[in-house]
């Protein structure tokens, strides 16, 4: 199983670079095998083109590692306290991709502005509250972890499958590895579209509803009609 879990986790980390997600090693991905509460991560710093299977680091829900001869990321505590808020996720990403980072560091979150985000979630994509200075001193990859669950609130994370950490970058996640990183390749195209959006027309409005949210159940829930069955992405 977990040799499954590093193949897979490894090819959503070299998909991170070929999406255009990553520059240099600023990104991570992070899958959880949830039977034996074991979480295999990109080790930290190694670079993409370099990458392979056994350089990823297993760590128990404690942080303690596991398996592996390379230090974890650098965010691996802020991965933790998102599996141990949401038993559901099976996948964690983090990315400084630019277009969804340049909206983290605006402090601003996403409206509903057309159906690509529509299709993602029906919900806008949250700015988390600022980290306090004794936050960042004590803990300061925990204590990110702990507002990107406070942004997600009573919500829950499917509803809310990204938010944008102020001044760092966005956070998304999903079922497994895998979709997770689509929601961050989705991402990064939304907030690449509201950028350009907001340039042509500074006052848009948000998407109607009966539109956003007839979008949202064509892709999710047990109406959806998109794509060819269960399983597929």
């Not at 040799?3 to 980390?13: F, I, K, T």
């Amino acid at each position: 199983m977990l040799n499954d879990l590093r193949a897979e986790v490894l090819e959503a980390n070299l998909l991170l670079a070929r999406h255009g997600l990553v520059t240099l090693t600023w990104g991570n991905v992070s899958g959880i095998d949830r039977d034996s509460g074991v979480m295999v991560i990109k080790p930290s710093g190694v670079p993409y083109e370099a990458l392979q299977a056994e350089d990823l680091v297993a760590v128990d829900l404690d942080g303690a590692v596991v398996e592996g001869r390379l230090r974890p990321s650098s965010d691996t505590a802020t991965h933790l306290v998102l599996y141990r808020s949401f038993p559901e996720l099976g996948g964690v990403v983090h990315t400084h991709s630019t277009h969804a980072t340049a909206f983290a560091q605006a402090r601003r979150g996403l409206p509903v502005l057309g159906t690509t985000h529509a299709d993602l979630t029906p919900l806008p994509v949250p700015v988390a509250r600022e980290l306090t200075a004794e936050e960042v001193a004590e803990d300061y990859e925990a204590a990110t972890g702990r507002i990107l669950v406070e942004a997600i609130g009573e919500r829950g994370a499917a509803a809310v499958p990204a938010v944008l950490a102020p001044g760092h970058g966005p956070f998304t996640w999903g079922a497994d590895a895998l979709g997770a990183l689509e929601v961050a390749v989705t991402l990064e195209e939304v907030a690449r579209m509201a950028l350009l959006t907001y340039q042509l027309a500074p006052e848009v409005e948000a998407l109607a509803d009966h539109v956003r949210d007839k979008h949202f159940s064509r892709k999710h829930g047990p109406g959806a009609t998109y794509g060819q069955g269960a399983g597929g992405r």
